[in-house]
Structures are given as C-alpha cells and as structure tokens.
C-alpha cells in the first residue's frame, strides 16, 4: 500500500457498458484500458495516529453470452445470457503494531445502484442469486502477531493458501473465519497449520455468499452431504520450503466428513543476462472422508500439472501448462470450491465449468505476453492465451446427451496500473466446447486502492 500523510483525496473509475457484440465489447475494453493508463487521477492514502484507513474503490462491466437468452437446459448446461455493472467500495482501518499485535477491520459492499436487469444476473455472480440484492459485509475483523518467526492470526480475514483463498480477481474477494499459525525457521523453512470455520464470497461458495456460512455449507458437494457434514470446517498444515531457487510445498487440508486434499508442488526459479524462468511441478489428490465417503457421492481422483513460464528482457513473457487429470470421480464437487485455483492450464475466465466432465481429462495451455515498457509504457500488460481441454468422451456428456471430445479457450487481456493505487483489466474469451453453443465473456475491471 502507498501511503501519503494527511493527503486529502479525490478518485474516480472510468466505466463503460459495452456494445453486446463480442468484438466491439473487446474493441471497448482495449479503449477504456488505454483511457485509464493516462487519465488524471488524485490519490489519497491516509495515517491518522498510527491508525492506517486504506480502501478500495471498484467498479465493473461482465459480460456472459452462452448463447442461450430463455436459460434452457439442453443448451450449456442451462446457463443463461448474463450481464450487468456492479460498483463495489471496502475502506480498512488498521491499528498500529504494539509488541507486534495488531488488528484490522474491513467494510465491504456491492450494488448495482438499481440499473441491472435482475433476470440477466444468473451467471455474474456478485449478488446472491436467488434475491440479486445490494448488500454490506463485515469483510475482516482480526488480530494478528507476528516477529522474525512467528505469525499467528484470528478473526475474519483475505486469506491465501494454495487451495482456500481469497480468490481477489472478480468484484468482491472471499474472506474466511480463521485461525492459523506458522512458525518461520532459519532453514528457509515454514511450518503452518490452521482451521478454516467458515466464508463469504459469492463467485466462490457454495451456499450464500453474500454472508459468512460454514466451509461445508460454502462446498461445491451435493446439499444432502452438507446436511450431512452439519456445518464443520476444514483442518489445514503445510511445510514450505524456499531458498529463491528452489520452492518446496506440502499443503493437507482434512474437510470433515467431506474430502480430504494433498496439494503438492515443486519450483526451479532462476534468470540469467537475457531472461527470467520459472519450471514446476504439482500433484493434487482428492479423496472422500467420513460421511461422505460411505455416501452415494464419491470423491477420489488426482491432477498431475507441469509448467514452464519465462520472461524476457525485451517485454515479451510466454506461460505454458499442461494437466492430466486421473479416471476418477469427484471433479465437479471439488474443483475451485472455496476459492482455489493454482491450477497450471485453465482458462483466463472459463476454468472447468463447461465441460461434461473432466474425469479422464487432460489440458494445455499456451500464453504469450508483452509488457510496453519499451513504449513509455512500464505498467501496461497484454496478454493472449489458449486452452485446450482433451475429454474424456465416455464420462464427458453435452447438455442434450452428446459425447464430448474437446473443449477450446480463446481469450485476450490488457492489464493497466497506473498512478500508485489505480487498475484495470480488460479481459475477453471465446468458449468452444463440444456440442454446445458457443460461449464468449467479458470482464471490464477497474478502480483504486488507497
């Protein structure tokens, strides 16, 4: 966070609603990001006493079109044409350090100051949908310690761990009810362990996010398996290794009477004259446990990925991926559940969602980049990235009951910051799956942090 003293501020976002043609809405968002990355903004960071006030002021256009205005169900899984402007304030206040304590509250809302159509909301996913009402939230409430070797927090927090997180690349993030605590070694080593009680954040939950509900209510599993689970939480620990070329990690997470996850993964991180590279490795296993394990829902497959990514001096990045996921069940009831998306060969908007099933599957993706530093430009980005999904076509099924064999991404991105708290992101992609409608999306994203 940047931070003026005693700064009076002024900010503003720029917003656009875009043409409902995909091209122009993609001509819009490449528009609107060059707008902001010269327009006059006053920004404000304020201390008062040691007491930190910070904020974040965002606004939005999104886009869905899966080609099915009326919503029926043999067509895209039922998905319906979705689109609306949400404007979504947070202001912080966070207490000064005493013998390394210190708190934190955050306020939260989201609102569409009327303007939206509430029957094409289904798929933006920033009201709940079942009342596509404005609402307030208690985002963060939390004590926090922390030295050269111990953290430990409690309360409401935008937590991040490979799996649970806060997921903060939509309107609003998810936060959670927390507890954790990681010991920091001299050997380039952490040690974490926690629970997570419960969380809000509608694009990720399960259940209401526009409130704090149980992580088994806030699951992706079936509703009689969370009335079975009766509102327990998830148990986590990791060890984590870094020594800035090589990044060891070893997370478990145990969702009573739920699944349990094993996320593991390997970095080799190193530059030279000309480039910078990161090559990696991870492997995923989900298995069912307790009441869930001895119901009609099964959990138990795993996801092996491999990753290469580099990035050159002369402003061009590429970022590749690839992804096999084993014969197993349990895909849909578990993947990006509570906000966890470390996966190496998604999509820039569309991930999993689409397709039939991806039991069997394999993916791959492809992202190049360029950074118009060399232009005057430091913080501007543009990114175009490409995904292909391998099916399974004896367990992958079309909304209409047609085997399915692929499953193709397309999607465009021009990313901006610009004077010390300001941003936006304009993102576009072209879905193709196999026997569906064809699908496009558009996110224009923006505001300014303080």
Not at 5 to 12: D, E, P, Y
Not at 241 to 256: D, K, S, T
Not at 314 to 321: D, E, M
Not at 348 to 366: Q, T, V
Request: glycine content about 8%; aromatic content about 16%; charged content about 20%.
């Amino acid at each position: 966070m940047n931070q003026v003293k005693g700064a009076l501020v002024m900010t503003g976002t720029v917003v656009c609603h875009p043409s409902p043609k995909p091209q122009c809405s993609l001509l819009f968002s490449l528009f609107i990001a060059a707008l902001l990355c010269g327009h006059p903004l006053v920004s404000l960071a304020y201390d008062l006493n040691g007491f930190t006030i910070s904020g974040d002021e965002r606004a939005g256009w999104v886009q869905y079109d899966y080609n099915n205005p009326k919503g029926k169900p043999d067509i895209n899984k039922g998905h319906k044409d979705s689109h609306g402007f949400y404007v979504m304030p947070k202001l912080s206040i966070e207490t000064p350090s005493y013998n390394n304590f210190r708190a934190k509250i955050t306020g939260a809302a989201a609102t569409d100051f009327g303007l939206n159509d509430h029957d094409k909301e289904s798929r933006n996913f920033v009201f709940d949908p079942s009342d596509n009402e404005s609402f307030a939230i208690l985002q963060e409430l939390y004590v926090e310690y922390e030295n050269d070797q111990h953290h430990a927090l409690i309360g409401r927090n935008e937590i991040f761990t490979p799996m649970i997180e806060h997921d903060d690349y939509y309107m609003l993030s998810n936060s959670f009810e927390v507890a954790t605590y990681t010991y920091k070694s001299r050997y380039n080593t952490n040690l974490t362990a926690g629970y997570f009680h419960k969380m809000s954040g509608v694009w990720d939950s399960g259940d209401d996010g526009t409130e704090f509900n149980s992580m088994s209510d806030a699951s992706f599993v079936p509703q009689i398996n969370k009335d079975e689970a009766d509102d327990t939480g998830v148990y986590y620990g990791a060890v984590d290794f870094n020594n800035g070329l090589h990044r060891v990690q070893l997370w478990e997470y145990y969702a009573e009477d739920l699944y349990n996850i094993v996320f593991s993964q390997y970095n080799y991180t190193s530059k030279n004259n000309s480039f910078s590279y990161d090559a990696g490795a991870q492997f995923i296993n989900f298995a069912d446990v307790g009441d869930l394990e001895d119901s009609s829902t099964t959990i138990n497959y795993n996801l092996f990925s491999l990753k290469y990514d580099a990035a050159f001096n002369n402003g061009f990045s590429i970022a590749t991926g690839a992804s096999k996921y084993s014969d197993g069940k349990g895909q849909g009831e578990t993947l990006g559940a509570w906000g966890g998306y470390p996966y190496f060969a998604n999509g820039m908007i569309f991930h999993f969602f689409e397709a039939g099933s991806l039991r069997n599957a394999e993916s791959y993706k492809l992202q190049g980049s360029y950074n118009f530093a060399r232009q005057g430009l430091d913080n501007l980005t543009f990114n175009a990235r490409f995904t292909y999904f391998d099916l399974d076509d004896d367990h992958s099924i079309s909304s209409d009951g047609r085997p399915q064999s692929h499953m193709r991404l397309y999607g465009v991105q021009l990313k901006s910051t610009f004077l010390n708290g300001g941003y936006f992101a304009g993102t576009y992609e072209y879905h193709n799956t196999d026997h569906e409608n064809r699908t496009w999306a558009l996110r224009l994203i923006g505001g300014f942090k303080f």
